[in-house]
């Protein structure tokens, strides 16, 4: 199980780049435009890069619901390997069927 502050940290990022994520869209989308001279996508550069680092998208990631541990997260599930198989193999994932062969 992942410790309570590590967990509490990856909920502030999420919190983070929900909020952030308007304005850094709204940055990109000028910066993608291709009549807008240099000296501006400088500028543009600049209010990106001042932005806080937490509230980028590549810092935010999955964690399974039960333990917090984020390897192996399946996004259907919300949850890790680990716990899939427990909960499967107990029936307590709907439309989850146990295969054998």
């Known amino acids: 199980m992942a410790k309570k502050a590590i967990i ?3 909920i ?3 919190k983070l780049h ?3 994520l308007a304005k850094r869209n709204d940055i990109k989308s000028k910066l993608s435009d291709p009549n807008i001279s240099l000296e501006d996508k400088w500028k543009l550069r600049l209010q990106l890069q001042k ?7 590549s810092r935010v ?3 399974c619901f039960l ?4 390897h192996s997260v ?3 599930f919300g949850l890790s390997r680990i716990k899939i198989r427990e909960y499967g193999m107990k029936g307590e994932i709907p439309g989850l069927i146990k295969s054998s062969w």
Do not use: W
């Not at 333990?67 to 984020?70: H, P």
């Open 67 to 70: 333990t917090g541990r984020v």
């Open 18 to 20: 929900q909020r952030y």
């Open 74 to 76: 399946y996004s259907r």
């Open 61 to 63: 990631s999955k964690r």
């Open 8 to 10: 509490n940290r990856e």
């Open 51 to 57: 932005l806080p680092k937490n509230s980028s998208p």
């Open 12 to 14: 502030k990022r999420n």
